[in-house]
Antibody, heavy 119, light 108 residues
Framework: QVQLVESGGGVVPPGRSLRLSCVASGFTFSSYSIHWARQAPGKGLEWVALISYDGGNKFYADSVRGRFTISRDNSKNTLYLQMNSLRGEDTAIYFC????????????WGQGTLVTVSS | SYVLTQPASVSVAPGKTARISCGGDNIGSKSVHWYQQRPGQAPVLVISYDTDRPSGIPERFSGSNSGDTATLTISRVEAADEADYSCQVWDSGSDHYVFGTGTKVTVL
């Protein structure tokens, strides 16, 4: 079955960096666009970034553009999110999610990894 | 940027019908997807492309979309439906996905 497993979260001081990973299994990873979304404590979902199936297209939310970089390694079935210049407002659970079809819904989600930005 | 507005909360008695709105400028021209999220869990897709139910989602869940409002309807509400619900669209004008503000459904 489709599985997405995030890792790499933790506590990090403001201004520092962190890299999240998402390992996929149960489907042909290289055929799907994959996203990062996040959820701050007690808040709603926020879309963060998208990378196309081959890595050729990347889009970012305005709140993270220029600080976060999404990438993927299809040979390792792994998605990444490099987060630089972290701020308190980046504190959230970060989910990776599979896009079912071209600019369609997210049909599979990981369980998330918690990032806390605090001194 | 495109904004989707949902009521913060909806309360409904068991067996009744819950309707959750998602407001956006001319949202009827976009495809709307809905997610259910129980506490401590990942979101689950319950309605795609305005009206489609993914495999495994009960027929009690339905959707509509017209004008400036999309609606998720839960018929014959059960205790297990108590969760947060969020709408979502792809905004091609900005190349962004957008989530709604989210609605907490409480079963009385």
């Amino acid at each position: 079955q489709v599985q997405l497993v995030e890792s790499g979260g933790g506590v990090v001081p403001p201004g520092r960096s962190l890299r999240l990973s998402c390992v996929a299994s149960g489907f042909t990873f290289s055929s799907y666009s994959i996203h990062w979304a996040r959820q701050a404590p007690g808040k709603g979902l926020e879309w963060v970034a998208l990378i196309s199936y081959d890595g050729g297209n990347k889009f970012y939310a305005d709140s993270v553009r220029g600080r976060f970089t999404i990438s993927r390694d299809n040979s390792k079935n792994t998605l990444y999110l490099q987060m630089n210049s972290l701020r308190g407002e980046d504190t959230a659970i970060y989910f990776c999610a599979r896009e079912s079809y071209s600019y369609g819904p997210f049909d599979s989600w990981g369980q998330g990894t918690l990032v806390t930005v605090s001194s | 940027s495109y904004v989707l507005t949902q009521p913060a909360s909806v309360s409904v008695a068991p067996g009744k019908t819950a309707r959750i709105s998602c407001g956006g400028d001319n949202i009827g021209s976009k495809s709307v997807h809905w997610y259910q999220q129980r506490p401590g869990q990942a979101p689950v897709l319950v309605i795609s492309y305005d009206t489609d139910r993914p495999s495994g989602i009960p027929e009690r869940f339905s959707g509509s979309n017209s004008g400036d409002t999309a609606t998720l309807t839960i018929s014959r509400v059960e205790a297990a439906d108590e969760a947060d619900y969020s709408c979502q669209v792809w905004d091609s004008g900005s190349d962004h996905y957008v989530f709604g503000t989210g609605t907490k459904v409480t079963v009385l």
